[in-house]
């Protein structure tokens, strides 16, 4: 063949393998997602009647919103990507809601075993697996006295809506508080039956489209390193807790496993698998290549440098301890931070998970 007309093919197909790679194929009629604070669009605040306190929203809407976030979530920057509203949550009824193009029922504190009396959202997957089936009895038969009511999706939407999941986090951090790493190492398959039973009965519902991220390397977050980091020792050379990420990555790799059974046992079903640990971890590691400064310490927070994080007052509250007053404060410029609040990622780090995870180049499956 002629060299030239080599050349040329191979500038074609690799054209059309960067295509690929960048277009996540991303349309779908409506989106249903479960999760934890890392997708709660106000679910908890609603279900259990609290405000999320300003500063929280105060970069992008003006007002707390319900998440716990300067601005917009990974979910939400998704939901732009497929062009769809961002979603309502489940249990919020001010303002009629509309929930056409989906619904979300993740919230904050949720975890994928059954909630305890210790646990701060009693919404654990299973429950939000119940409220799912629950919403979409209820959409069906409205459809049924009105072909053309408008405020939930379409029979056919919950067939080829998109069902995503981002829960687990919670599982894990919550138990160092009270187990050792051999333990929550070994609780780790019990944790993951749980979420399998839930995943079937959506399959077994008609859901045929997951999208499944995994957990985030936990044991870099501020809180954590507060409560597990004091001795020098725990940490890795990046400053982060060993131990939850050891735990973060053990449950990641049987996440994976998982995902491919799935795909084996229900060839009709599209399987993603997203590895937010990677992005996020490479976020960390080269925060400065991606615009960020601080790597660790949390935007809003109290106790300054070198976390900014104090387990006693949640970002925007003030308590007295001691006869003095200490408040958790937003800093100046959360687009230069990557922990919000010490738990919660800023806006800005959401934004740039959201387009890594958008070049496809962290997704397995289909
Ligand atoms: C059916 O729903 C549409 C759109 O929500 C509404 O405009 C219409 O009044 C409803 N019809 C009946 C009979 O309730
Ligand atoms: C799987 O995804 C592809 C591409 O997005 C889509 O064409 C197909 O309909 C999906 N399969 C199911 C069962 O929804
Ligand atoms: C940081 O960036 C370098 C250079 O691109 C890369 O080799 C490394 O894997 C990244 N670190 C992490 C933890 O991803
Ligand atoms: C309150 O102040 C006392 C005396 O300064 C100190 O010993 C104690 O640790 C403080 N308690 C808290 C919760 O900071
Ligand atoms: C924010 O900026 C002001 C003015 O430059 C400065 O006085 C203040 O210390 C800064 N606050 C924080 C939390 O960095
Ligand atoms: C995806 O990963 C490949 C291989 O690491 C890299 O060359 C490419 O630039 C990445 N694509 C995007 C859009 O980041």
């Not at 970069?59 to 990507?81: E, N, Q, W």
């Not at 919020?92 to 504190?109: H, M, T």
Request: proline content about 4%; some cysteine; glycine content about 8%.
């Amino acid at each position: 063949m002629d060299s030239k007309i080599v050349a040329v093919f191979q500038v074609v197909t690799f054209c059309i393998c960067l295509a690929a790679a960048n277009s996540v194929a991303f349309s779908y009629p409506a989106v249903f997602n479960f999760g934890d604070s890392n997708s709660d669009t106000g679910e908890l605040g609603a279900a259990m009647g609290f405000l999320v306190a300003p500063p929280n929203g105060e970069k992008y809407f003006k007002t707390p919103s319900g998440r716990f976030c300067d601005g917009r979530l990974i979910v939400d920057f998704l939901m732009d990507a497929m062009k769809l509203p961002f979603l309502n949550a489940y249990m919020n009824s001010v303002g009629l809601p509309n929930f056409q193009r989906g619904c979300n029922f993740a919230a904050a504190g949720s975890t994928i075993l059954p909630a305890n009396a210790a646990s701060i959202s009693p919404f654990s997957f299973g429950v939000q697996v119940y409220q799912f089936l629950r919403f979409r009895a209820l959409s069906l038969q409205l459809l049924q006295g009105n072909k053309s009511y408008q405020y939930v999706p379409s029979e056919d939407s919950f067939e080829k809506g998109l069902y995503m999941f981002d829960i687990g986090q919670n599982d894990l951090a919550g138990a160092f508080y009270s187990k050792t790493l051999p333990q929550i190492l070994a609780s780790i398959q019990a944790i993951l039956l749980e979420f399998e039973t839930g995943i079937k009965k959506l399959y077994d519902s008609g859901a045929r489209n997951f999208w499944i991220h995994n957990t985030g390397p936990l044991g870099c977050l501020p809180q954590t390193v507060a409560q597990f980091g004091t001795n020098p020792s725990t940490l890795d050379e990046l400053g982060c807790v060993s131990s939850l990420n050891q735990a973060a990555k053990a449950f990641n790799i049987q996440l994976q496993a998982f995902c491919s059974k799935l795909k084996s046992q229900y060839p009709d079903a599209n399987v993603t698998h997203v590895d937010i640990y990677t992005i996020k971890l490479n976020l960390i590691a080269n925060s400065s290549k991606y615009g960020f400064k601080h790597s660790i310490m949390a935007c809003c927070g109290h106790g300054g440098p070198p976390l900014n994080f104090d387990s006693r007052v949640s970002c925007g509250l003030t308590k007295i301890v001691n006869g003095t007053e200490i408040t958790a404060k937003s800093c100046n410029d959360s687009s230069v931070y990557i922990s919000w609040d010490g738990t919660h990622y800023t806006e800005a780090a959401n934004e740039h998970v959201a387009s890594q995870i958008l070049t496809g180049n962290y997704s397995t499956g289909k």
